[in-house]
């Protein structure tokens, strides 16, 4: 394959992940943007979103597990096709719950694709590039398309929820989600990177080395304070903060649209900033960040104080794939989906404590939580740093 043959193939392969991680963004945009809605309508509490939280991430949590050695050995067609279909189906059974029970089943099924597009993206973007900056820089460029995806469904129901409804946003979200699983079949993949067993022993092997144990502890912190900020922004501005479900709605755009547009910024810088400070400058401006969120006395602060914590912790979840992707490049899809199970076991238990101790101590002093997660991510990444300056393995 000549040069723009193989440039031209790589495009195509970097659209397949970039619509995957876009309706990722949905995924995890779509509870927290639409909660207020269905929580008056099927009357639950904060206690039961929470739960609602515990059962998305449990089944993402599950499909990353096992997905990462399938991939490795069958490689990432078959989940950025069946992925989409799932959250399809998933945006379909919530728009039409009638009661909670029925909306925890679709909740379900949005984790499962979900974990699918996050795992298949993200281990295909790493997969393109060998080289650890270049690496980097991709990463975060996918997450600018996670921005997108999270910024569209909260930011069409500010505009459009009195023109469409509700049922009309996530009947087309669910369209969008059948044109991606169209364009990703009729691609040619990257083989397998081993094609003659699944890895599940190199997993046991991996998931004990120091240096994935820190960079999943590290994410297990990141991924529930994303799931926290991205879930409570709206209930916490519409109860503590008096503000309309539909002014709500455009500060938690502002959100993603902060982290989308500081994610473009990074996929340049990090072609020359090094990976392992940015992640420690990340979290130390997001702790104060989410600290001021707390601490807002008005509407404007609070916007604000949402704003800056999306800047700020936008970069730390790709390029910490990233540092990880290249020192593990024969193994990528296994490391990742130990990486991802990691943080989404933070995703699935720091949303569920935060909605109990919300609902037993108010949401203002469980949102705090988010500050002391940030700086042991601070801490994590400090020690991390010891072995990132080793050979990579495997």
Known sequence: MNAPQASHRKARL???????MFLFGIVMAVLGAVLPLLSARLRFDLA??????LAMNLFMLLCSLGLGPVMDRFGMKPPLVLGPLLVAAALLAIVTSEDYSRLVGGVCLL???????????????????????????????LGVFFGFGALFIPFVIGLLLETLGLGGILHSAALLCLLAAAYSARLAFPPPKQSQRLAFREAGRLVRLPLVVILGALLFF????????????????????????????????GYWAALMIARVFLSRLLLRFNGHRLVLISAACAAAGAALVVGAKSDTAAV??????????????????????????????????????????????LP???????????????LSLVTAHFLMIFALQAFAGRYLRASPTG
């Open 222 to 253: 990141q991924s529930g304070n994303e799931f926290i900020l991205g879930g409570y922004i709206s209930t916490f501005l519409t109860r503590e903060a008096g503000m309309a479900v539909g002014a709500a709605s455009y500060a938690l755009a």
């Open 304 to 349: 604000i104080a949402v704003v800056l914590t999306g800047v700020s912790l936008s970069g730390i979840f790709p390029t910490v794939l990233g540092l990880a992707g290249a020192q593990f490049a024969s193994y990528s899809g296994t490391v990742f989906g130990l990486l991802f199970t990691m943080a989404l076991a933070g995703g699935m238990t």
């Open 352 to 366: 569920w404590v935060t909605g109990q101790v919300a609902e037993a101590l108010g949401l203002r002093l469980a």
């Open 48 to 53: 039961q979103v929470g739960n609602l939280f």
């Open 111 to 141: 984790g499962l694709g979900g974990g699918a597009l996050n795992s298949a993206s993200n281990t295909l973007i790493a997969d393109l590039y060998s080289d650890a900056k270049q690496k980097n820089a991709a990463l975060n460029m």
């Open 14 to 20: 970097s659209a397949s992940a970039y619509a995957a």
